[in-house]
Every structure is written in structure tokens, then in C-alpha cells.
């Protein structure tokens, strides 16, 4: 789906990743879960652009929803996979702590999980080869992505800035859809490891400029980083 000149939403609001794609290749945001291959695949033959376009992928943070084609993408296409350092272990098949589910509803729940089911997310495959990225780093990738330190969901959790695709995508630092409730609205992520610093975190978005914010979960937010944080902060309080 096309959000931009140099923008594109694979997946749905339940599960999504993202393509920034410029002349000079593809940079991929996320890796949704394992099924979504597919989707990927689809949308690279809907553009006209070969998976050897693919220039690198980054993911937001190591959950399992997030690197689901991320290996295959490496192995079969040789596409490096960047992951904050403080989630690379995550991201290896490392345990994730255990959080909360906090309130929810079962036709929502279930209907998320049975999309995971479908998509193969009982069975997504580690990351056996990755380069660490830190706070502040502008990756030589296509679009010049900016890692932005978001931690909270979980340590390594970032955002990522795309001036050229005047996009931050955000990946669970925060929600426009629970997946556990089905409401939609700019909120906090659940299944997050520290909810307060994940709060805190919202400020390093606040003074980006950017026409959208894209979530991992919901639906893409069009308005400025600042907007969403306050509706987040909002729905928090
Ligand atoms: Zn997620």
C-alpha cells in the first residue's frame, strides 16, 4: 500500500512493516511475522522492483512479531539485519521477560492471534546473523535511516527517521491500535517491559519532523510526531 512517493505499508493493522524505496534500492522497516513473506513479495511485484533491490532491513525491536521473514530475507536474499544492540539477544531467540496482559477483549485477542497463527508466528525463526545498531546512528541505507533510542517496550526498542520518506516508524513504542482490546486511538503499547520509560521515551519523538508515524499494530498516523505523542500522553494519564 502506498503512503508516499517513497513509502509503503506491507500487511495490515493488525501486523504491519514498512518500504522506503528510492533509486537507489529498498530499505525495509520491520519484519512483521513469518507469513508475511509473502505480502513482501507482493508488494516488491506490485512496484516492479526485484528482492535484489533490498538493500537492508531494520527492525524496530526484537519481538517476535517484528523479525518474522527477517531471517529468510538474510539467508535467501543476503540482506544485512540491523537490531539495537540492547535487543540483539532478543532478536537471537533470547527470552523476552515476561509482562502483564493487561485488560482485553476475547474477540479482539483471538482475532489477532488466529492472524499470527496464520502467519506463522508460533514459528519465527531467530536472527542467526546481525549488526548492532545504537542510538543516533544514520545507517548507509536507502532513505538514510536515524535509529532514535525508544527504550521501554523493550531496552533496545528504537524508532527510525526517514527525512526523504517523511516518515518515523515507531514500531511498538507505541500504538494506534491494541491488539488486545481492538481499540483504535493513539495509546501505549501493551506487552510493554517498562510502561514509565516507554512514556519517557515518547520525548525523543516529539521534535521530529515528519508527516507520518507508523506503528507496528494500527493504523498509520498522519500528523506530526508531536501530535501523537500528546494523544499518546493523553490516553496514558
Ligand atoms: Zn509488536
Request: net charge negative.
Amino acid at each position: 500500500m502506498e503512503l508516499g512517493p517513497h513509502l509503503r505499508r506491507i500487511g495490515n493493522d493488525l501486523v504491519a512493516a514498512y518500504l522506503i524505496v528510492t533509486d537507489d534500492g529498498i530499505t525495509v522497516v520491520d519484519a512483521g511475522l513469518p507469513g508475511q513473506w509473502n505480502d513482501l513479495l507482493a508488494e516488491l511485484e506490485a512496484i516492479g522492483r526485484p528482492l535484489s533491490d533490498i538493500r537492508g532491513l531494520v527492525v524496530t525491536h526484537g519481538d517476535s512479531d517484528h523479525i518474522g521473514f527477517a531471517e529468510r530475507l538474510r539467508r535467501e536474499a543476503g540482506v544485512p539485519v540491523y537490531v539495537h544492540a540492547a535487543d540483539a539477544d532478543r532478536a537471537r531467540g533470547g527470552e523476552k521477560p515476561k509482562t502483564a496482559w493487561g485488560r482485553m477483549r476475547l474477540g479482539a485477542t483471538l482475532g489477532f492471534l488466529a492472524y499470527g497463527m496464520r502467519k506463522g508466528a508460533m514459528k519465527t525463526p531467530p536472527i542467526t546473523e546481525l549488526t548492532e545498531v545504537h542510538d543516533g546512528d544514520r545507517l548507509d541505507l536507502p532513505g538514510s535511516p536515524v535509529v532514535i533510542g525508544m527504550p521501554g517496550h523493550s531496552p533496545g526498542s528504537i524508532a527510525v527517521y526517514s527525512k526523504l520518506a517523511d516518515a518515523v516508524f515507531v514500531g511498538d513504542a507505541l500504538t494506534t491500535r491494541n491488539v488486545l482490546t481492538g481499540q483504535g486511538g493513539a495509546a501505549p503499547a501493551p506487552f510493554t517491559d517498562d510502561p514509565a520509560e516507554a512514556l519517557d521515551s515518547l520525548e525523543h519523538l516529539a521534535g521530529l519532523d515528519a508527516a507520518w508515524v507508523l506503528p507496528g499494530h494500527g493504523t498509520p498516523w498522519h500528523g506530526s510526531p508531536a501530535s501523537i505523542v500528546e494523544a499518546v500522553r493523553k490516553a496514558a494519564s
